[in-house]
């Protein structure tokens, strides 16, 4: 059984920053890909960052140059940095992961992925 845990919301002014972090516990060894997802009232589930095992990553064009996405093997933890938060980086974040994908890139398509932590709240004001 494995457990994602989230951390690290807040609410900051815009311009600001916050480090969102995800402690995994349990078999976590066989995930290749791990990524941070964020949900707005009436809109879809957004894939925000993600990164492979191998350290490739992918963002979303919106927080491309803002955000960065990176693991601590060590901690089994997954980090997402944000800088320059806009209010429209406002919603609830989630870190997700995935096992079986060996070859290409982390897909930012949320259905792909199996495991959830239940989200921590970011709130960005103008």
């Known amino acids: 059984q494995v457990q994602l845990v989230e951390s690290g919301g807040g609410s900051v002014q815009s311009g600001g920053s916050l480090r969102l972090s995800c402690a995994a516990s349990?078999?976590?060894?066989?995930?290749?890909?791990m990524g941070w997802f964020r949900q707005t009232p009436g809109k879809e589930r957004e894939g925000v960052a993600t990164?492979?095992?191998?350290?490739?990553?992918v963002y979303s064009d919106s927080v491309k140059g803002r955000f960065t996405i990176s693991k601590d093997n060590a901690k089994n933890t997954l980090i997402l940095q944000m800088n320059s938060l806009k209010p429209e980086d406002t919603g609830a974040y989630y870190c997700?992961?995935?096992?079986?994908?060996?070859?290409?890139?982390?897909?930012?398509?949320?259905?792909?992925?199996?495991?959830w932590g239940q989200g921590t709240q970011v709130t960005v004001s103008s």
């Open positions: 990164i492979h095992s191998r350290g490739d990553t």
């Open positions: 997700a992961a995935v096992r079986g994908i060996v070859y290409g890139i982390c897909p930012r398509g949320d259905w792909v992925y199996g495991a």
């Open positions: 349990g078999d976590t060894s066989s995930f290749n890909c």
